[in-house]
């Protein structure tokens, strides 16, 4: 990069870098540290959210997506439009759990349930979200070498040290910086003020992709080159495609129901009021425009670069290039890596016209004869098999930082390298913080007596453990491989958690009967389904195919994997595979979801001795605090409707207008218009894949390029805003030394007296 880039890049980071700096004065105690004073409002909120969302993981596992499918099974994505926007809208988990005032999720736990389960559960958590986050800072590490071109090793003060951990420690410093100085109330802050980073730097991105390649002749034309069954835009001709497909989606559709609440974290209670913390849920909608087509863009540079006839030559010098680097990391024989270069290096041009060449598919595509290569390379032993699933992980992870280093000019260089590294400080701190609050807050507090942890202490404790698990996402990053898509591999690893978690925090906040004896079970049974998936889907290539194959099991086993996936067929298919464990990380998690859910339904229905008073958890009716009184609606035939989608007597005139807008572009527009009205046409109508392509350009570019342009402006001014409203808050309130997540008998130790005083009158 030029000198220009690197000011594009530095500056807008130390910017950041000083603003966690100066947050550290309004520190005063516990609640400060870990849900940022309670005082936050929706704007700071809503744009904090995303900036920790948009993470360069989160961008390459979208990438890796949709050049495996292209973007025709998004439009049977847009069923979860109505689900998404009722829960939003009416505050589903949302408004409850902000309404127990728990500081975190294991404090919940213990005042829903018991100490023991609090303590446990929390633990599995945060072991779970590590390891489904450790790869993000080698993926950062992998990303950075590449697109700056830095050398393999570097030497510092006489020692060869490699470049992958020096740039890994930075990263991952960089983030216990921010959380070491302010915690939580350092995260929201400089995650609100990057997100109004990202608004114009993401519009810039938009118009110089859409300028660069001709939406009909190239992007159409690349992904319309697909074989039957396996379309890239016609969402009626997917039957085929594997991993991510309809029964992905519909296993999808299960969690948002589920999991709903599974991941919050002290930054769900940092709202000022649960009503700020659901309008920023709502505001989440049209935030969520803005991320998505950022994302589509990319995903879509990508594939028509990788696949078209016109970009053929850029694409062989992409693939080889990224071979040659791989081949650095895996193979460290000079003579042996010198062959597997040559031989990556003869492989021609991938060049097939639409209609003339045979067209691409998931199994005969331009990349897959790379994969081959390295196959041949590594063996069919366990040994090369491993090798060559790590082959082909770094091989997709890398074609972002390649496409985009072969085709951005000066100054977009350095504004996509900014980009990038304030994705990983956003997701890195709040991953950090996540686990390290966890386990301080669920898993050490529990431990201590009221009144015998001092605040000072408490938040000495949690910054400890920020710095032990930045020392396991180091060393998880230098010796952990990934062997299969992001998302699959995340979804596994944190399934330990997700797998059984949903029933008890779900029924937790909104039924009387839940027991901890089922919660127990619930969480033990999806934690050991998944447990077993990954042990399975870690040694599959390297010790379980091998032991089938000298055992000549292979066959027999494979005619039984296929016969218990037949009535699924062919949405769910365990085919046997040298490579890849036959059930994938989706199959396995709605296999955990279903069985925990059943029995914490009927654990705790066997169980269940006299209703928990939910009342008394939720702060309602004579439970209610100051400040937080919630008035009481009643159902009648003229406010059904906005009872429906969530509007009560505490929103404003410019909130009902909020709520309305949402509810009209989601509901009545994306699902309405762009989704029923075309699904029921296409019964009596066989559309053709160039209306496919058209429809794909304004569903997914026009219309929410617009709203990105409007939101751009919006958020940014609304966050500029709250984030005044909230240093002033800060400046004015006053710090409750037992307001630090402890609970005593089901109620936080901060109300217990108020409590107890309420239930004697």
């Known amino acids: 990069m030029s000198y220009i880039d690197w000011i594009i890049t530095i500056v807008p980071v130390c910017m950041i870098l000083f603003l966690g700096w100066y947050v550290r004065r309004y520190i005063t105690g516990v609640s400060d540290y870990t849900v940022a004073g309670r ?75 018991s100490r023991r389960l609090r303590i446990f559960s929390c633990f599995l958590r945060s072991i ?57 109330l ?61 029964f992905m989606l519909l296993v999808t559709f299960g969690g948002m129901l589920l999991h709903r609440a599974s991941g919050y974290t002290g930054g769900q209670s940092a709202a000022k009021s649960a009503h700020e913390a659901k ?14 087509v950022f994302y589509v863009v990319i995903a879509i540079m990508i594939i028509t670069i990788m696949n078209h006839k016109n ?23 000079p003579s042996e890596r010198s062959r597997f270069i040559d031989k990556i290096k003869a492989i021609p041009e991938q060049k097939r016209t639409r209609g003339v060449d045979a067209p691409f598919s998931q199994t005969d595509n331009p990349d897959e004869i790379y994969f081959q290569a390295a196959q041949e390379s590594f063996g069919l032993d ?99 491989a990934q062997l299969d898509y992001i998302n699959l591999f995340i979804n596994v690893m944190y399934g330990m958690w997700l797998g059984g978690c949903g029933p008890m925090i779900i029924f937790g906040l909104y039924s009387r009967f839940g027991t901890t004896a089922g919660a127990w079970c619930s969480l033990l049974a999806g934690m050991s389904i998944n447990l077993s998936g990954i042990l399975l889907q870690r040694n599959w290539a390297a010790h379980i195919y091998p032991w089938l194959e000298r055992h000549e099991l292979v066959e027999p086993v494979g005619r039984m994997l296929e016969a218990m996936s037949a009535p699924l067929s062919p949405y769910v298919v365990w085919k046997m595979n040298r490579l890849k464990f036959p059930v994938n990380s ?29 009342e008394r958890m939720l702060h309602r009716g004579k439970y209610a605090i100051e400040g937080e009184k919630k008035i009481k609606v009643e159902w009648s035939f003229r406010n059904v409707f906005t009872k429906i989608i969530g509007i009560t007597p505490e929103y404003t005139t410019g909130d009902k207008i909020i709520a309305y807008s949402v509810f009209c572009y989601a509901i009545i527009y994306r699902f309405g218009i762009t989704f029923l009205l075309v699904a029921i046409a296409s019964i009596f109508y066989k559309f053709s894949i160039d209306f496919w392509g ?68």
């Not at 309008?279 to 998505?292: D, K, P, Q, Y």
């Open 279 to 292: 309008m920023a849920s709502i505001l989440s909608t049209w935030r969520g425009a803005f991320t998505t």
């Open 311 to 333: 970009y053929a030559g850029e694409a062989k010098v992409i693939r080889d290039k990224i071979s040659t680097h791989i081949a650095n990391e895996l193979i460290s024989d």
């Open 186 to 246: 350092s995260i929201v802050v400089t995650d609100a003020m990057q997100s109004i980073f990202f608004f114009p730097t993401i519009i810039v991105f938009i118009i110089f992709v859409l300028t660069k390649f001709s939406w009909s002749t190239e992007i159409v034309d690349a992904m319309s080159n697909r074989v039957a069954k396996e379309s890239f835009l016609n969402p009626f001709d997917i039957s085929e495609l594997r991993d991510f497909n309809v």
């Open 39 to 113: 005082v936050c409002h929706r704007y700071v909120l809503s744009a904090g959210d995303m900036a920790a969302g948009l993470g360069l993981v989160t961008l390459v596992a979208y990438v890796e997506v949709h050049y495996k499918t292209g973007f025709a099974l998004t439009f049977w994505q847009t069923l979860a439009i109505p689900l998404g926007i009722m829960l939003g809208l009416t505050g589903y988990c949302t408004y409850r759990f902000r309404e127990t005032r728990a500081m975190s999720m294991g404090q919940f736990l213990e005042m829903r349930y």
């Open 382 to 480: 366990g040994k090369g098999s491993s090798k060559t699933q790590q082959f082909k992980t770094i091989f997709r992870q890398l074609m972002l930082p390649a496409a985009m280093k072969e085709i951005l000019p000066t100054g977009l260089a350095g504004l996509f390298c900014m980009l990038i590294l304030l994705f990983i400080l956003s997701t890195d701190d709040s991953r950090i913080y996540s686990a390290s609050s966890t386990l301080v807050q669920d898993c050490v507090v529990p431990f201590y007596k009221t009144g015998k942890l001092s605040p000072e202490k408490h938040i000495f404790y949690i910054r400890l453990m920020s710095i032990v698990v930045v020392i396991f996402f180091l060393l998880g990053s230098l010796f952990m």
């Open 586 to 614: 989706y199959e396995i998690y709605v296999i955990a979801m279903l069985t925990s859910l059943g029995l914490y339904c009927t654990v705790s229905y066997l169980t269940c001795k006299e209703p928990f008073n939910l």
């Open 694 to 761: 058209n429809y794909f350009l304004v569903t997914f570019l026009i219309v929410p390029g617009t709203v990105a342009f409007i939101t751009a402006f919006w958020f940014g001014i609304g966050a500029l805003i709250d984030l005044k409203k909230l240093f002033r808050d800060l400046a004015n309130r006053k710090a409750n030394p037992l307001d630090n997540g402890m609970v005593d008998g089901h109620v936080a130790v901060a109300e217990k007296l108020l409590m107890e005083k309420i239930e004697s009158k």
């Open 128 to 184: 779970a979200e590590m390891m489904a986050n450790v790869i993000m800072p080698a993926l950062a590490a992998r990303f950075f070498i590449y697109y700056l071109g830095l050398p393999e090793y570097i030497v510092l003060a006489g020692f060869t040290i490699p470049t992958f951990m020096v740039v890994v420690t930075i990263t991952l410093s960089l983030a216990l910086y921010l959380i070491y100085i302010g915690g939580q």
